[in-house]
């Protein structure tokens, strides 16, 4: 019997990273195992246990739908229940006191309900460890995970936890008349108009937020299961994309936005300027009203002209109201075309845009997916990756 027992911590404490690694593959998809066995790599676990405890941190983080005791206990030697035991020992230990640490009272828990919709509704809400952050340090304890998840089942009827998905802060404002009001006013713009002559244009980048990834968060219960957000602020934007689909027919060639005012020799190697895209120079990679009337000029004129059967026959752009699409010299080209110009309501494009419901979406999954095949680390790799990866989320079905 001791023998036994002497060979199951020898085991419990030794990490075999060679079969870590292949169970982490057959769980996850290849970028999100890279990068989950990278963290642990870089973590060290010394044994099991700290095992256990990295990859709970790296899969909550990139893959927080699969952040379970079932999946920690797929890849180490631990069943469930002593996963569970292992994530559940306490944060911080700030005193040697044995026994079960006091509890918060009823009154003191109802508080934090309304802290927790509160903090939901401003965009900011609470993961299990940031609440359990915040309970110890206004109540003075030393609670565990196990707390959080009792609290959560005691005032289910309140609230959720669910994985949530980042949305610019300025987002959090749209009302639902502003969508209703932009729906009147669209089907009586959309009267006597063909189809194939319905564009919606927009900007996005390829690197749109610096904290982009989604989270479990602490939610209202009335969210419904897989629209929960929490708000992050844009920034670190490298490229921009000004991309225009049609109602139907094919899309409008992108006109790409750079930061730099020189154009590598072998971007071109591939690629057509002015057939495949168009490429400007802007300071800091943003769209700007000069940007958007070249984009006019060379790329949905053009475009547009193929398709009219007279120089009279009007086209509509679906467009949203930020400042570079509303120049002067914007609407003055617009007009002496026949271009109408609609605009979305503010911060409601990942709403009512059908770029950003489908087109982007897609658009920003095939540049992960050829970045992991063709690294983008020359602007020429750059430019064939996004142009190639627009091509594939805007071909017609």
């Not at 246990?49 to 899969?59: A, D, G, T």
């Not at 230990?93 to 401003?122: R, T």
């Not at 095939?366 to 680390?377: D, G, Y």
């Amino acid at each position: 019997m001791i023998e036994n027992s002497s060979k199951k911590r020898t085991y419990e404490s030794s990490v075999d990273f060679s079969t870590v690694h292949d169970k982490i593959i057959q769980i996850f998809s290849p970028n999100t195992a890279d990068t989950v066995y990278n963290d642990i790599s870089n973590a060290s676990p010394s044994d099991n246990f700290e095992l256990v405890k990295s990859l709970h941190s790296s899969i909550s983080i990139h893959s927080p739908a699969k952040d379970s005791c079932r999946t920690i206990a797929f890849i180490t030697p631990f069943g469930k229940t002593r996963v569970d035991s292992i994530l559940n020992t306490p944060l911080e230990q700030k005193s040697k006191q044995k026994g079960k640490p006091l509890s918060i009272d009823a009154k003191e828990e109802e508080k934090l309900v309304k802290l927790c919709i509160q903090k939901y509704d401003e965009g900011d809400p609470f993961t299990q460890r940031t609440f359990l952050d915040y309970v110890n340090q206004t109540y003075e304890k030393t609670l565990t995970y196990n707390y959080s998840r009792y609290f959560l089942k005691r005032y289910q009827s309140n609230l959720d936890e669910q994985i949530a998905t980042p949305l610019e802060s300025k987002r959090y404002v749209v009302t639902q008349d502003s969508g209703l009001e932009y729906k009147n006013k669209l089907t009586q713009k959309l009267d006597g108009i063909r189809a194939e002559l319905i564009f919606c244009m927009d900007e996005t980048g390829v690197q749109e937020f610096v904290d982009s990834k989604k989270r479990r968060v602490i939610c209202p219960k009335e969210i419904v299961k897989g629209s929960a957000k929490f708000k992050v602020n844009r920034d670190n934007r490298l490229v921009s994309v000004i991309g225009c689909i049609p109602l139907i027919g094919f899309s409008v060639k992108p006109m790409l936005l750079i930061k730099r005012q020189t154009i590598d020799e072998d971007t071109y190697s591939k690629l057509i300027l002015g057939l495949d895209l168009e490429i400007r120079s802007s300071p800091k990679g943003y769209s700007t009203s000069i940007a958007f009337v070249h984009w006019i000029n060379d790329c949905f004129i053009p475009h547009i002209n193929k398709i009219k059967t007279n120089i009279n026959e009007k086209t509509l752009l679906l467009a949203d109201g930020h400042s570079s699409h509303s120049s002067q010299e914007a609407n003055d080209l617009l007009l002496s075309n026949n271009i109408d110009l609609f605009f979305i309501p503010p911060h409601s494009s990942h709403l009512l845009s059908p770029l950003d419901l489908t087109t982007f979406s897609i658009f920003k999954r095939e540049i992960r997916r050829l970045s992991t095949i063709v690294p983008s680390t020359t602007q020429a790799k750059l430019v064939d990756n996004i142009v190639r990866s627009y091509q594939t989320a805007t071909v017609p079905y």
